[in-house]
């Protein structure tokens, strides 16, 4: 949540496990966007149509 509430603008999942210091390969990026999801259906975060996401 804090990476995306510091962000300049919209982040995708690559952004997220980059700021969290994940090697950028398949694996290690392929659960954020699960992640990203869940925090959406929530209603924390807002995802936009091109897969990104912002604090709501």
């Known amino acids: 949540m804090e990476i995306v509430t510091d962000a300049d ?27 990203l ?3 959406a259906g929530r209603g924390w975060l807002a995802r936009t149509g091109a897969g990104r996401y912002l604090p709501r």
């Open 37 to 39: 999801r869940e925090l």
């Open 9 to 35: 603008g919209p982040v995708m999942a690559k952004d997220i496990a980059r700021a969290l210091g994940r090697e950028l390969t398949q694996g290690k990026v392929e659960p954020v966007p699960g992640q």
